[in-house]
């Protein structure tokens, strides 16, 4: 049975039409990815650290973002929720990871991922086991035209909000005297101790502001996905991938991967729905065997 030119027409227009949208679906996510992602990668890349407990911090403040906005409102949780979950963050490295660190890794993943196992319980105690849902504010509600495409405003602030947080990251670690003496204090923490800094401090401040991307991921994901106990590993595999397939400590690899598995993953879901799981993985896996260091990555 042959089509019509004009059907055919109309399918072709309908297929492109589609392939935008989960396009745009997949830069999106990519972007949330990438803000649950930096914060780790720097943290694993630059402090030598192995936070598995970093996806449920992440979780715990899309529950902080959902409290604060039933009281107040969206913005709002967006300043607070990331910075509870950064003074959070700083006081498990000060009491808990920092005396295990001198130790090795293998402490460092049993005791983190105590830490996540202990913060899903709480999540469960506090807020239950029913999805919940954070309404994104009035003014970034709707949809806004692309061309022939009416595409979600909150989408859209996804992507424009993590494209100014991946500039300010890149000047705060190449043009401030913090990103200076935190890339110093990777490279050579006994030289920069002896300038009279408190590396230690140092150290405890940059897990805490990588803590604090967590939370700004978290706060975002919220409206955008509902908020349950599940999220911490519905989005941190993706993160711990994107981490991997990036390079350790590269924020550009980090930015680059998450776009890739935003993409990969929204495209599988819609085209071969019965694999999309395996293609993130199997992407690492070459990756991986090409440029062990990841996309990025340096060889140290």
């Not at 990519?30 to 449920?56: P, Q």
């Not at 105590?114 to 469960?124: A, C, D, P, T």
């Not at 909150?154 to 494209?163: E, L």
Request: with cysteine; net charge positive.
């Amino acid at each position: 049975m042959k089509i019509p030119p004009s059907d055919r027409g109309t399918i072709m227009e309908g297929t492109a039409f589609i392939l935008l949208t989960q396009g745009i679906h997949g830069i999106s996510y990519g972007l949330v990815l990438f803000l649950a992602a930096s914060g780790l990668s720097m943290i694993f890349g630059l402090m030598d650290i192995l936070n598995l407990s970093h996806a449920y911090l992440f979780m715990l403040a899309a529950y902080f973002a959902f409290s604060i906005a039933q009281v107040t409102n969206f913005w709002v949780a967006l300043l607070l929720a990331p910075l509870a979950i950064a003074c959070i963050g700083m006081l498990l490295e000060r009491y808990l990871i920092k005396p295990v660190h001198p130790f090795g890794h293998t402490p460092e993943l049993v005791l983190t991922l105590g830490i996540g196992m202990v913060l899903l319980e709480v999540v469960k105690s506090i807020w239950g086991t029913t999805m919940l849902t954070v309404m994104p504010p009035e003014s970034l509600q709707g949809f806004i035209p692309i061309g022939y495409l009416k595409y979600p405003v909150y989408r859209i602030f996804i992507i424009v909000f993590t494209i100014i947080i991946l500039c300010g990251l890149h000047q705060l670690f190449r043009r401030t005297r913090f990103g200076t003496i935190v890339r110093a204090a990777t490279v050579n923490s006994d030289m920069v101790s002896a300038l009279g800094i408190n590396v230690p401090r140092i150290y405890t401040l940059f897990f805490g502001f990588g803590t604090w991307l967590a939370g700004l991921a978290g706060v975002v994901v919220a409206p955008l996905l509902s908020v349950h106990p599940g999220l911490a590993d519905q989005v941190g595999l993706d993160a711990f991938v994107v981490v991997v397939l990036g390079g350790l400590g590269s924020l550009w690899g980090a930015f680059v991967a998450s776009i890739l598995i935003g993409l990969l993953n929204t495209y599988g879901i819609q085209l071969i729905p019965t694999v999309a799981p395996l293609i993130t993985f199997s992407l690492m896996v070459l990756v991986l065997t090409v440029k062990p260091t990841g996309l990025f990555g340096d060889r140290q």
